[in-house]
T-cell receptor, first 116, second 118 residues
Framework: AQSVTQLGSHVSVSEGALVLLRCNYS??????LFWYVQYPNQGLQLLLK??????LVKGINGFEAEFKKSETSFHLTKPSAHMSDAAEYFC??????????????FGSGTRLLVRP | DVKVTQSSRYLVKRTGEKVFLECVQD?????MFWYRQDPGLGLRLIYF???????EKGDIPEGYSVSREKKERFSLILESASTNQTSMYLC?????????????????FGPGTRLLVL
């Protein structure tokens, strides 16, 4: 069965510091992987996705993530945090290739706090 | 841009009431989803609809039902609201086929409805 683990329910960084949010997945087939962001009292917005093309994926707002099959990881990074990055971030996994596999399996989320 | 709208941002209901949550998408997507979001639990799938009049149970369907009479609209129904259904409810839609017929898995979310059951 597929699963997603996000290490750290809360991550705190200073403005201008590196952001690193961790995501590890388990999947018996090559996965599709997603990062979504949720700002307070809003729905989820797609940040970026991996669909078996380039292993380094660039997303919106300066975020990027690298797919590492050997480590079953898809960590999210941003070189320099901005106050507006404060939000909750969700990693999700889905099976690739199968149209009938509609599910996205979500991690429990990581809340990013940015200190001035 | 895909737009998914939900009928209410905040809702307060009493125990035992029948509650309707409405979701509308404007991109002719075949698939639509209802999730609930609770702190520390991430998103859990309640129901899923492949297409009009088609539905499947997700991971936590108990106490809920759904209706999809038109392609753009997917309704979540709480038959008799209970306090443990107090939560954030998120609707999403998905286009099964993306560019060049490639399977597309991305789901697009609405703003959410925060439901409080007293």
């Amino acid at each position: 069965a597929q699963s997603v683990t996000q290490l750290g329910s809360h991550v705190s960084v200073s403005e201008g510091a590196l952001v690193l949010l961790r995501c590890n997945y388990s999947s018996s087939v090559p996965p599709y992987l997603f990062w979504y962001v949720q700002y307070p009292n809003q729905g989820l917005q797609l940040l970026l996705k991996y669909t078996s093309a380039a292993t380094l994926v660039k997303g919106i707002n300066g975020f990027e993530a690298e797919f590492k099959k050997s480590e079953t990881s898809f960590h999210l990074t941003k070189p320099s945090a901005h106050m507006s990055d404060a939000a909750e971030y969700f990693c999700a996994v889905s099976e690739s290739g199968s149209d009938s596999s509609y599910k996205l399996i979500f991690g429990s989320g990581t809340r990013l706090l940015v200190r001035p | 841009d895909v737009k998914v709208t939900q009928s209410s941002r905040y809702l307060v209901k009493r125990t035992g009431e029948k509650v309707f949550l409405e979701c509308v998408q404007d991109m002719d997507h075949e698939n639509m989803f209802w999730y609930r979001q609770d702190p520390g639990l991430g998103l859990r799938l309640i129901y899923f609809s492949y297409d009009v009049k088609m539905k499947e149970k997700g991971d936590i369907p108990e106490g809920y039902s759904v209706s999809r009479e038109k392609k753009e609209r997917f309704s979540l129904i709480l038959e008799s609201a209970s306090t443990n259904q107090t939560s954030m409810y998120l609707c999403a839609s998905r286009n099964r086929r993306g560019l060049a017929g490639v399977v597309e898995k991305t789901q697009y979310f609405g703003p959410g409805t925060r439901l409080l059951v007293l």
